[in-house]
């Protein structure tokens, strides 16, 4: 069975600091791979998707994820922090194979961005 | 694109009453994806439908929940009797899953926050 787990909670950043947001997958065939943004009281948002191909993946807002497989993880990282940024965000699995075809979130982490 | 219509936004009811969320997804996609979205479990898949046809219901907590997708541009997800511990945001999604494909990632809702009192 597949999973995922984002490390940390909670991470705060200064405006204009690096953000890194952390997310391991445990899945027997490496899986597809995303990133969803959800602001408050708003649903979730397809920030970016790692599929097959590259493995550094380049998203809305200026984010960007690699997928390393080796270290059976997919980091979210963006140069530089904008207040906007203050969200909620998940990382999400999907099996390339056709056994289970929804996918499964991680926990979140919830990004605030210091001014 | 109107996106994935949920109604409604907010429902708050008494405990023992019927609750019916609703759900347009996207017009030409074959799958939608009911989830529960609370601070203590995160977002819970409970049930998806692919052609109108229901495939994982595995995660419907219990016999107080049931969905149905009689159309393609319309589902519904019903609790009976409501409970307090029901309490949640209910999200739908909706993408198109080719046969033999993977999933390429949902379009969400805006949800429905669902308080019991």
């Known amino acids: 069975a597949q999973s995922v787990t984002q490390l940390g909670s909670h991470v705060s950043v200064s405006e204009g600091a690096l953000v890194l947001l952390r997310c391991n997958y445990s899945?027997?065939?490496?899986?597809?791979l995303f990133w969803y943004v959800q602001y408050p009281n708003q649903g979730l948002q397809l920030l970016l998707k790692?599929?097959?191909?590259?493995?550094l993946v380049k998203g809305i807002n200026g984010f960007e994820a690699e997928f390393k497989k080796s270290e059976t993880s997919f980091h979210l990282t963006k140069p530089s922090a904008h207040m906007s940024d203050a969200a909620e965000y998940f990382c999400?699995?999907?099996?390339?194979?056709?056994?289970?075809?929804?996918?499964?979130f991680g926990s979140g982490t919830r990004l605030q961005v210091q001014p | 694109d109107a996106g994935v219509i949920q109604s409604p936004r907010h429902e708050v009811t008494e405990m023992g009453q019927e609750v019916t969320l609703r759900c347009k997804p996207i017009?030409?996609?074959?799958?939608l994806f009911w989830y529960r979205q609370t601070m203590m479990r995160g977002l819970e898949l409970l049930i998806y439908?692919?052609?109108?046809?229901?495939?994982?219901d595995s995660g419907m907590p219990e016999d107080r929940f049931s969905a149905k997708m009689p159309n393609a541009s319309f589902s519904t997800l019903k609790i009976q009797p409501s409970e307090p511990r029901d309490s949640a945001v209910y999200f739908c999604?909706?993408?198109?899953?080719?046969?033999?494909?993977?999933?390429?990632?949902?379009?969400f809702g805006s949800g429905t926050r669902l308080t019991v009192v």
């Open positions: 999604a909706s993408s198109f899953l080719a046969r033999g494909r993977a999933n390429y990632g949902y379009t």
């Open positions: 899945s027997s065939v490496p899986p597809y």
């Open positions: 790692y599929t097959t191909g590259a493995t």
């Open positions: 999400a699995v999907s099996d390339p194979g056709t056994g289970r075809r929804a996918l499964t």
């Open positions: 017009s030409g996609h074959n799958s």
């Open positions: 439908f692919n052609n109108n046809v229901p495939i994982d």
